[in-house]
């Protein structure tokens, strides 16, 4: 398996390949293609798990794929921030800064999500799942 978090311009893109030996499978998610802004912090989730794969920006969901239900248990690929890795060198990369970047054992909600951030009181609620 394999996972790309990157920026294609102005639109936020996820890759999630599962390798050719389990049957090979590509799928994207994406933000639409003015979400991301320069000189504006974003926040950037995004959640694996028996739920399907959800990609959240800003605290909101913003897309998914109900019938990627598993995490990334075979990855072979290095891990890459801030950055897209698909045969080559690292490119698309993200203008900007990365931090506080996570990686949990299990699939977060959108409350988990905002609560791992800290501050419920201060962001709207998630919108589009449970």
């Known amino acids: 398996n394999h996972l790309a978090v990157y920026a294609d311009g102005r639109q936020l893109v996820v890759r999630l390949q ?8 590509t799928i994207y998610l994406n933000s639409n293609e003015l979400a991301l802004q320069e000189d504006v912090w ?3 989730a995004v959640s694996l798990g028996p739920l ?3 990609l ?12 990627w239900t598993h995490g990334l248990q075979t ?3 290095p891990l ?7 045969r080559t060198e690292p490119r698309d990369f993200i203008k900007g ?6 990686v949990f054992d299990a699939q977060l909600t959108p409350w988990d ?15 589009g799942c449970t």
């Open 18 to 25: 599962r390798s050719y030996v389990q049957g090979g499978a």
């Open 42 to 44: 974003h926040h950037i």
């Open 52 to 54: 399907g794969a959800r």
């Open 56 to 67: 959240f920006l800003d605290f909101q969901l913003v897309d998914y794929h109900s019938g």
């Open 75 to 77: 990855n072979e690929e």
């Open 80 to 86: 890459i921030l801030g950055a897209h890795n698909r």
């Open 97 to 102: 800064l990365v931090d506080e970047f996570m």
């Open 113 to 127: 999500i905002i609560s791992v951030y800290g501050c419920t009181m201060c962001l709207p609620a998630p919108t």
